[in-house]
């Protein structure tokens, strides 16, 4: 079936560093959205991606929407202890559906 | 505005035994999506419901099945329990007819022992 490769599947970073992530599809995607999940909880949304092309901001985390379309990217600037947790991305592999794809998962591990 | 609620958070069955899982949206909210996740899989999508009305469902048994009410609020039935069914189901809700962001409630973690 279908998957959403996200890179890396984890990473140990400084506190004050930056991350990068990236997240790919074999297909088009129009929507994409970025979730981080804690340990016993259920995801929370980070960004939601529209347009190709498209660079949204939430605070530290800025996430773009690949003009392939196959790809999203979420860089989180200044990392702090609380950014641990497992980040995922996820779309629609067909437009107008709720029927979601989610990525593999990246873990972030946050030195302080 | 009060988030999803998912009902109950914690679970323990017996294989053969059926569960039922609950699922309060968003105020406003009409679609309702549930999913499975494992350490294994990740997570899965199992359906949708949006005006009472199923409009996509993942690749699981009959054994898992579900409703929503005319209130939106949705149910999730597993029948015939299996020791693979232990997961965290999550519940989501979306405020657009048609897709957008889905909104997670905290789940249910169901251990079928």
Request: charged residues 15%; hydrophobic residues 30%; contains cysteine.
């Amino acid at each position: 079936g279908q998957q959403l490769n996200q890179s890396p599947q984890s990473m140990f970073i400084q506190e004050g560093e930056d991350v990068s992530m990236n997240c790919t599809s074999s297909s088009i995607f129009n929507t994409w959205l970025w979730y981080k999940q804690d340990p016993g909880e259920g995801p929370v949304l980070l960004i939601a991606l529209y347009k190709a092309g498209e660079l949204t901001s939430n605070g530290r985390l800025t996430a773009q929407f690949g003009i392939t379309r196959k790809d999203s990217f979420l860089n989180i600037s200044a990392s702090i202890p609380s950014d641990v947790g497992i980040y995922f991305c996820a779309g629609p592999p067909r437009s107008g559906t709720y029927k979601y794809i989610f990525g593999t998962g990246t873990r972030l591990k946050v030195l302080a | 505005k009060a988030g999803v609620t998912q009902t109950p958070r914690y679970l323990i069955k017996t294989r053969g035994q059926q569960v039922t899982l609950s699922c309060s949206p968003i105020s406003g909210h009409r679609s309702v999506s549930w999913y499975q996740q494992t350490p294994g899989q990740g997570l899965q999508f199992l359906f949708e419901y949006f005006s009472e009305t199923q409009r996509n469902k993942g690749n699981f048994p009959g054994r898992f099945s579900g409703r929503q009410f005319s209130n939106s609020r949705s149910e999730m039935n597993v029948s015939t329990l299996e020791l693979g069914d232990s997961a965290l189901y999550l519940c989501a809700s979306s405020p657009r007819t048609l897709t957008g962001e889905l909104f997670f409630g905290e789940g249910s973690r169901l251990t079928v022992l």
